[in-house]
């Protein structure tokens, strides 16, 4: 089992954007782009061990190119990083890297990323963007809007899947299109600001064919 941290309050500022589970192999090659184009990225994970060990200027995976980029970027102050969730409410733009899990029936199971919605939604800001980042189950986008609007929470939501491959990530995330899948203008238009930083083409499609292009 991973460690878990006691929470750890991060030095005060605003912050471009904050990727929760920026610590894998999703989450923290995107912070590291960012953080290369001039943004301030906060990194959000429960694990002490990892978020230290990153910290030091050290990765936790094999990555190419990143060991040098982050001995870089650590001076920079633009990588800021935290154990405690609260840190979600120091940007307006929330990147979620949680996937769906299979159940025992082989069914997708939305729990995971219901119940990390639902740690984040006391700390997110009224009218932030929370960009789903990972592969989700077709249909996630649209529940993860049913829960923000059921607890009354003005959230808006967008799905912008990664499709790159591990060890390449850092190449891959300034090559490939980016494709932004969103039910409201104004959600891909924030969105599309995000990913344009990274010099990306952006194609915009609905949150469900996002999901699907993941998955094909």
């Known amino acids: 089992m991973e460690p878990t941290a ?3 309050p991060a030095p005060a500022g605003e912050l471009d954007l904050v990727i929760v589970g920026g610590c894998g192999h999703v989450g923290l090659p995107l912070a590291l782009s960012f953080a290369d184009v001039g943004c301030r990225v906060g990194i959000y994970d429960t694990n002490a061990a990892k978020v230290e060990q990153i910290r030091q200027g050290q990765m936790p995976f094999q ?11 650590l001076p920079t102050g633009r990588l800021v990083f935290s154990t405690d969730p609260a840190i979600v409410g120091r940007s307006a733009t929330v990147v979620l890297v949680v996937g769906t899990p299979i159940d025992e029936f082989m069914n ?6 219901e119940r990390a919605v639902a740690q984040l939604l006391p700390h997110l800001r009224s009218q932030a963007l929370l960009i789903l980042r990972s592969t989700v189950y077709p249909g996630t986008t649209s529940f993860v809007e049913e829960q923000l609007r059921s607890s009354g929470h003005e959230i808006e939501v967008a799905c912008c899947p990664e499709r790159i491959a591990e060890g390449y990530a850092l190449e891959e995330l300034r090559e490939l299109p980016q494709l932004v899948g969103a039910s409201t203008d104004r959600a891909f238009a924030r969105a599309s600001d995000l990913f344009t930083k990274l010099d990306l083409e952006i194609v915009r499609t609905t949150p469900d064919e996002a999901e699907l292009a993941k998955l094909l």
């Open 63 to 73: 990555e190419r190119g990143a060991d040098a980029l982050l001995t870089r970027l």
């Open 108 to 113: 997708p199971s939305l729990r995971g990323i």
């Open 6 to 8: 006691a929470p750890r």
